[in-house]
């Protein structure tokens, strides 16, 4: 068996020494780096080669790469390097690695080729000045030999312990059962249905009832089928940290269940969660666990390892026994995990790390994507961006004079995009072409300066109007029938205040690459119905499957009640308090125990609570507020206690909404005083009129089935397991309706009668 590594993976594996250091240094562009090369072997003379695909084997493990380029005539080996700034302030462990790449490079060409001697060389090329920086020296095949043998003795223990581990980890999931005594009903359905996914090679689609234990059904399903379908590597993604904390327990269950498994398990957890020196750069001068990162990461590598299980707190007692970053351990170590459990950031994020990996290292991947309802629109959210004017004024204030003038440009080109917002009456279809050229050519200007600053004194605001117009740049080169302009107009110090926005509606065009670099996708949740709007919104391929699993649930478990004699819609609110109040109390009354009612908005639940507390004084009662922390949802959370009786007000689709289990008599029933239809505001008639004209159903893709998901998924706390009783109140009118209802649960059996 062999193990193939790339040439700049062994590199960095064996070569990288060092500090850590992030110190901000603007790096061209995918495309400014094909470019450069592009112009850089435009410059040679005939005969010049380019993009060189070299092998070389040493014992099991297999090399592979692409040489920049040969020049026949100085037999000359070119290493090739896009950069913008001085070279003199770039770290010395980045020019040594460079070097190894282009010493194994040098003997992997002198092999194929019979030479005896080599020129290598390093061209820096400056994507700003076009300017050249070449540094070059003479090496022989010999020593060029040594050197590349090296480097594979050093990474060949490592590879043989890797195919190992991969051989015993395969040998394990082949053999794995399931960890339960049995399939809880419908658990087996959906994890065949996401074995024959990766059999097949496909993306499904897994509508599951809550409670049936979708978590462990989809790991150890993923999981089992890795070996006989070469799977590397498994990301399971969630929404939020409650969905990571089930697929970390899952994980943990597998492996108490079958313990000589060697499956490592790790958790990524966000930057701003993970650092230990918030208020230190990401450098050796500053932060004392990026000095000497690359010298130590080899022995914390190795016993983060050991562990197997890796969640963030393992991790980060690993990297800080060892003094290095646990954030940037994390990344280090996807390249050895084989159960990843991140964000849908990681994945599916115009800048997502893990799809980046797997594409460079050609990875063959099995994605899991928990709670996949809230997959729509938090995509609008990653490929959407915006721009203040305000903002960028202030950063002009305080810029080098370079930066002050493009800056002025863009200003005068603000007054052209008003002009031409005004024309079009508020409904823009494209960016005017100057204020385009003007964020470019002040993108360049930033860059510049910030290239030129001391290492670690840029300054903050500067960098973050550059990313913040970077990445809305980037979004207008791809700007089309899936994303709006949205102009705003307004006064900040007596001066004219715009904001543009690019508002993604339809994210399927940037999510299919996510879809198509995956051996098996499946996206899962207790509310995917009607499966055509979900294949529309997100792109999924054509032959993409869809699986309704059977609810285990017997439909006296809950009684359902419209409560269609009221009506919840924003004129109408203030006659609903009292008949809501009422219904809630009467249900008190007749069953105490622990309810959740859920409203449309915080001034809903505001104005309900308040009236409740005037009247039920003697009824335990909490509220959800506005932008509560962890700890006090969590104190939320811990009211429902066993054989507890009290009223929980929340907001429909918020935190208690989705994704807490609340099992017994914790919860009892719940009220849903809304149809969770989002507002109607022009963003939202805009992307009506969008959905409308491109699927034909805008209407149901913008209001009725984003709403009706909020619905189910919150009546969805109620039963959690096949012992559970409750009641789910349903108050509006338009609940009655049949296209409406004909979203709701099918082992739902709605209760006779209407209730006042």
């Not at 979004?475 to 089309?480: P, S």
């Not at 919104?537 to 419209?562: C, K, N, T, Y």
């Not at 109408?572 to 249900?587: F, Y």
Request: net charge positive; proline share 5%.
């Amino acid at each position: 068996m062999q193990y193939s590594v790339a040439v700049r993976a062994l590199c960095e594996f064996t070569a990288k020494r060092g500090d850590l250091d992030l110190r901000f240094t603007p790096s061209p562009s995918a495309q400014e780096g094909m470019a450069g090369h592009q112009l850089v072997a435009g410059r040679r003379g005939p005969g010049y080669e380019t993009e060189i695909s070299l092998r070389g084997e040493f014992g099991p493990l297999v090399v592979r790469g692409r040489a920049d380029g040969y020049d026949p005539h100085a037999n000359r080996l070119e290493e090739i390097k896009t950069h913008r700034g001085d070279l003199r302030r770039q770290p010395g462990n980045h020019r040594l690695l460079h070097w190894a790449q282009a010493k194994v490079y040098g003997w992997l060409f002198c092999q194929e080729r019979g030479l005896d001697q080599i020129d290598l060389a390093l061209v820096y090329f400056d994507v700003t000045t076009q300017q050249e920086t070449c540094f070059v020296e003479t090496h022989s095949a010999e020593s060029l030999r040594v050197f590349y043998e090296d480097r594979c003795r050093e990474f060949l223990a490592w590879a043989e312990r890797e195919l190992e581990h991969r051989r015993q980890r395969d040998l394990a999931l082949a053999a794995l059962a399931f960890p339960h005594a049995g399939f809880r009903p419908g658990q087996r359905e959906l994890a065949a249905a996401v074995y024959r996914g990766v059999t097949a090679g496909r993306c499904l689609l897994a509508q599951a009832p809550t409670g049936i234990g979708k978590t462990i059904a989809t790991v150890f399903s993923m999981l089992k089928a890795a070996p006989a379908h070469g799977v590397d590597k498994v990301f399971y993604l969630t929404a939020k940290t409650t969905g990571r904390r089930l697929a970390l327990d899952a994980a943990a269950l597998l492996g108490r269940s079958a313990p000589a498994m060697p499956l490592r398990v790790l958790e990524l957890t966000a930057r701003d969660k993970a650092c230990e020196h918030p208020d230190k750069a990401c450098h050796g001068d500053a932060c004392p666990l990026a000095r000497g990162f690359y010298d130590r990461l080899p022995a914390a590598r190795d016993a983060a390892l050991d562990e197997r299980f890796l969640d963030g707190a393992t991790l980060r007692d690993v990297a800080l026994r060892h003094h290095v970053c646990p954030y940037y351990l994390s990344q280090e170590l996807v390249r050895w995990a084989d159960l990843m459990v991140a964000d849908y950031n990681y994945w599916f994020d115009g800048s997502a790390m893990l799809y980046a990996m797997t594409v460079a290292g050609d990875w063959r991947v099995g994605v899991l994507a928990d709670e996949a309802h809230n997959l729509v629109e938090r995509a609008r959210s990653m490929y959407s961006a915006s721009l203040q004017q305000a903002s960028l004024r202030t950063v002009r204030s305080t810029a080098a004079a370079p930066v002050r003038q493009a800056l002025a440009k863009l200003g005068r080109q603000w007054s052209a995009l008003r002009k031409a917002d005004t024309q079009a009456e508020g409904k823009l279809a494209s960016l005017p072409g100057g204020f385009l050229v003007a964020l470019k050519q002040a993108t360049l200007a930033i860059e510049a300066q910030l290239a030129e600053s001391a290492p670690g004194a840029a300054d903050a605001g500067l960098q973050q109007a550059y990313f913040d117009i970077l990445g809305f740049t980037r979004l207008a080169e791809t700007f089309g029938s899936h994303s709006s302009l949205e102009v705003t107009h307004a006064k900040a110090a007596g001066r004219d205040a715009t904001t543009v926005r690019i508002q993604n509606m339809v994210p399927a065009s940037f999510l299919k690459p996510r879809f198509a670099a995956a051996r098996a996708v499946t996206l899962f949740s207790a509310t995917l119905n009607p499966p055509r709007y979900h294949m529309d919104m997100l792109g999924l391929p054509a032959d993409a499957a869809w699986i309704d699993v059977e609810s285990p649930f017997r439909p006296e478990q809950l009684e359902v009640h419209l409560v269609s004699t009221i009506s919840t819609r924003y004129p109408d609110r203030h006659r609903s308090i009292a008949p809501i109040v009422r219904l809630i109390t009467d249900q008190f009354t007749r069953r105490p125990g622990n309810y959740l009612a859920f409203f449309s908005s915080f001034q809903y639940l505001d104005m309900v609570a308040a009236d409740f507390s005037r009247c039920h004084a003697d009824i335990p009662m909490w509220v959800q507020a506005r932008g509560m922390d962890e700890g006090q949802r969590s104190a939320f959370l811990d009211r429902f206690v066993p054989a507890g009786a009290g009223i929980g007000f929340a907001v429909l689709g918020g935190s208690f909404g989705e994704g807490i289990d609340l099992r017994g008599d914790r919860l009892v029933g719940a009220f849903v005083a809304t149809l969770g239809l989002p507002q109607v505001n022009p963003r939202n008639e805009q992307l009506k009129a969008c959905l409308d004209a491109v699927f034909g159903a805008g209407y149901d893709y913008t209001y009725l089935y984003p709403g009706l998901q909020k619905v189910v998924q919150a009546a969805g706390r109620v039963i959690r397991t096949q012992e559970d009783q409750g009641v789910v109140y349903l108050i509006d009118d338009r609940f009655a309706r049949p296209a409406v209802r004909g979203l709701l649960p099918q082992w739902w059996r709605i209760a006779p009668g209407r209730l006042a």
